[in-house]
């Protein structure tokens, strides 16, 4: 059995008004424990920087262009971990004791499964992680986030919800849940 739930990310105030796009994310958990995530970028009217394909493999920096992220930390610690994921197929994983101080090293986890596909006007990443590539806990806290990069240059940042100030995904934006009850939002 697969539970689902649908979210839409908001862009941050600065974004320049080039970029508007819209980003729809859905989340499955599959019966294996596995988290699907599926993220869809709408509204492609201008040229968007899109990582070329490479072999799928670990690398740092993707949050420097187009890329799209999820957080996931056991639910009442302020530890947590960050996952990016680019559409050429390439991820990285970090580990955090509390906002913004990162773990030495990376965690030890099974690699993602990443798949893109890009019509004329929408830019999909799918993403399944492994239970076992989740930070360990009976109840995880989630946050979702997007950086876009335009042909230009110019970076628009999108997130479930954003922190006053300037863009930051490590503060706040933990808003969905994922526990005993499934995938839900959090209260």
């Not at 955090?96 to 965690?107: C, L, M, S, T």
């Not at 990443?114 to 799918?126: C, N």
Request: hydrophobic residues 40%; charged residues 20%.
């Amino acid at each position: 059995m697969t539970q689902s739930i649908h979210v839409a990310l908001a862009a941050h105030r600065t974004n320049p008004p080039r970029l508007h796009q819209r980003i729809d994310v859905t989340l499955s958990l599959r019966a294996d424990g596995a988290l699907h995530v599926d993220y869809a970028i709408r509204g492609l009217n201008l040229d968007l920087r899109v990582p070329t394909p490479h072999a799928p493999a670990p690398a740092d920096a993707l949050w420097q262009t187009t890329c799209c992220e999820l957080f996931a930390g056991p639910a009442g610690e302020t530890g947590y971990r960050e996952f990016n994921f680019s559409f050429s197929g390439q991820w990285a994983v970090y580990d955090f004791h509390d906002v913004r101080q990162r773990a030495p090293g990376h965690p030890d986890c099974p690699a993602p499964i990443l798949r893109t596909q890009r019509t004329e006007d929408r830019l999909r990443l799918e993403v399944t992680l492994p239970r076992a590539a989740l930070p360990a806990g009976p109840a995880l806290r989630l946050a979702l986030s997007a950086v876009l990069e335009a042909a230009g240059g110019q970076h628009g940042y999108w997130a479930l919800a954003h922190p006053p100030g300037k863009p930051d995904f490590h503060r706040g934006g933990f808003l969905l849940a994922l526990g005993h009850g499934g995938l839900r939002p959090r209260r």
